[in-house]
């Protein structure tokens, strides 16, 4: 699987490791403890994870097992209370809040159960949003790029009308555009198939598929049952640990480890 490192000339260069992982994405002993009135409390424990380019993982477990906390702190949304997180070479787990959000828009697309589209934006300017904000290509080539995104998610039919004229289907792949404006390594989805109908999360996993054979990396939580027809491996959570690790090679599921 070949690896798609992403340069952006504005991307802080400071937490850039001397180390290198093997992996695009590696966690080592990554804790995450909240404080709360009743104490302290362990949403991740010591995880130990590492992913490697063009692989389309799903996340599973109850609710409250950790898999958002999980995802946040791989997109430096949120920080471990302890461990290493590495992305692309870059030790995530030590950006700043500052430099976080220009880090994210260029090497992490983010999809989301409720879209979270703007609707004051065209669906278009909804997916030049991330090429705005980053200043990633060129401002006279950024509706082109957005237009050949909605293109290629196929609903370039919708690209002038605002996003609350869409079905939800027709959202979540406007969404999935935007995710795609900056050409990220790593995409990220946080229950992206939660509100869609069976037709339409089929639909959105079988695009996440694609993009995984092109060597994109894709992280998803998910409840879908039927997950394993479109993914290559599915990490289980509960209590903050991974129980289970599965690749699944030609649809048929081979466990590799158990925790
Ligand atoms: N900001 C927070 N403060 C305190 N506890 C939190 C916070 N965020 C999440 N948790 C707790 O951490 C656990 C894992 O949450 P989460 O990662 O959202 O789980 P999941 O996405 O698997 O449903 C839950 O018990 C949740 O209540
Ligand atoms: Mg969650």
């Known amino acids: 699987m070949h690896k798609r490192f992403h340069t952006n000339p504005q991307a802080p260069v400071s937490p850039r490791q001397g180390t290198t992982s093997p992996y695009l994405i590696e966690l080592q002993r990554v804790t995450k403890q909240y404080s709360t009135p009743a104490g302290t409390f362990t949403a991740i424990n010591e995880i130990d994870l590492q992913v490697e380019a063009g692989e389309f993982v799903a996340i ?11 995802l946040n702190m791989i997109t430096a949304i949120d920080t471990p209370t302890a461990g290493a997180i590495t992305v692309a070479g870059v030790a995530v787990h030590q950006l700043s809040q500052n430099n976080s959000a220009i880090w994210r828009g260029t090497n992490i697309g983010l999809v989301f159960q409720f879209f979270q589209l703007l609707p004051t934006l065209t669906v278009v300017e909804n997916v030049m949003l991330p090429m705005d904000f980053c200043n990633t290509y060129p401002t006279g080539e950024r509706r082109e790029r957005a237009r050949m995104l909605l293109d290629r998610v196929g609903v370039l039919d919708q690209a002038d009308k605002v996003p609350t004229l869409l079905s939800g289907g027709q959202q979540q792949r406007v969404a999935i555009a935007r995710a795609l404006a900056n050409d990220p390594p790593v995409v990220i989805a946080d229950e992206p198939t939660g509100n869609l109908d069976s037709h339409m999360a089929d639909a959105t996993l ?10 994109q990396t894709i992280l998803m939580v998910t409840h879908e049952r039927t997950v394993t027809d479109w993914v ?8 903050g640990v991974i129980i289970a690790d599965s690749l699944i090679t030609d649809r048929v599921p081979r466990e590799v480890s158990y925790v």
């Open 60 to 70: 599973t477990g109850k609710s409250g097992s950790g898999k958002s906390t999980l």
């Open 206 to 215: 079988s695009l996440f598929q694609e993009l995984a054979a092109g060597g």
């Open 232 to 239: 290559s491996r599915t990490v289980n959570l509960a209590d």
